[in-house]
């Protein structure tokens, strides 16, 4: 698995953001996921979330998002 690209958008409520990566020298069929965060939580120099502690766990203070596979055909 690579990460292609890690977006920041600048964001504020009423917005929309919109993503845009152009893949190149594609030579097969690949599939793509993608992540979202609201960056709160993640480990050190990373991109990836921490867990959350068992019994002091609260799902609005790191938010999370995955889609399913996106698979592309050339």
């Not at 845009?20 to 020298?25: A, L, S």
């Not at 991109?47 to 019994?55: F, L, M, S, V």
Request: proline residues 9%; glycine residues 6%.
């Amino acid at each position: 698995m690579t990460v292609a690209e890690s977006f920041e958008p600048r964001w504020w409520p009423g917005n929309t953001v919109l993503f845009k990566h152009t893949f190149r020298n594609v030579r097969a069929p690949f599939y793509v996921r993608l992540r979202g965060t609201d960056g709160k939580r993640h480990t050190p120099a990373g991109i990836e979330p921490i867990a959350d502690i068992i019994g002091n766990s609260d799902p609005f203070q790191d938010l999370w998002c995955y889609t399913n596979p996106i698979f592309i055909d050339v």
